[in-house]
């Protein structure tokens, strides 16, 4: 493979960082956003040893963020016929990745802290006194509100989409913006 531009791979890297840094905000590795915006910005399907040599990782450090980037549904492995490489692109359609995301974690997260607020009312509605009622309506809204957050939640995860178009284009208009901007 031949290696892109210095203006090309700088820019990669900015973007790279970029996308990590959120990623890791998320709760992710920041190596995990770095690999997959390399694969993401490239035209073709990548070789590991290229990502590493692009990043400055590590053949293990690529070959486990690759792995677990599968696993998530971001990346895939792709074959090429006469060549004895692994070569990897990533997933390209946002939704698909959130989704992913949303189904594995926070529906964990969500029913748990469901059942948790639900056995907290229990416990409150056994108990006694004006500091137990004012307790028990309040965690009850709470479990009110965890119900509407899950169900949203889970239309969302099952949808496998979200509907943006009261809001207009928002990946357009954003670019848009930007553009002129720079004008």
Same mark, same amino acid.
């Given at each position: 493979m031949t290696s892109p531009s210095p203006d090309i791979l700088r820019a990669e890297?900015?973007?790279a +960082?970029?996308?990590?840094?959120?990623?890791?905000? %998320?709760? *992710?590795?920041?190596v995990l956003?770095?690999? %997959?915006t390399v694969l993401f910005l490239g035209a073709?399907?990548?070789?590991?040893?290229?990502?590493?040599?692009r990043l400055q990782m590590s053949a293990g450090a690529v070959s486990m963020?690759?792995?677990?980037?599968?696993?998530?549904? &971001?990346?895939?492995?792709?074959w090429r016929p006469g060549e004895r490489r692994e070569f990897f692109e990533a997933e390209t359609d946002f939704w698909k990745m959130i989704s992913?995301? *949303?189904?594995?974690?926070?529906?964990?997260?969500?029913?748990s802290v469901r059942q948790r607020l639900e056995e907290a009312a229990a416990i409150l509605g056994r108990a006694r006194g004006a500091e137990a009622v004012v307790a028990?309506?309040?965690a009850n809204r709470l479990l009110a509100f965890v119900l509407v957050a899950q169900t949203a939640l889970d239309g969302f995860i099952k949808s496998r989409? &979200? +509907? *943006?178009?009261? *809001?207009?284009d928002l990946v357009s208009f954003p670019l848009r913006s930007v553009q002129r901007r720079k004008a």
């Open positions: 890297l900015l973007a +960082d970029a996308i990590g840094d959120i990623i890791e905000h %998320w709760g *992710f590795r920041k956003g770095r690999v %997959w073709t399907p990548t070789p590991a040893a290229d990502i590493g040599e963020a690759l792995t677990e980037l599968q696993r998530w549904g &971001v990346v895939r492995r792709v992913k995301v *949303f189904d594995e974690r926070e529906r964990l997260l969500a029913g028990l309506d309040r989409r &979200v +509907d *943006f178009t009261r *809001f207009g």
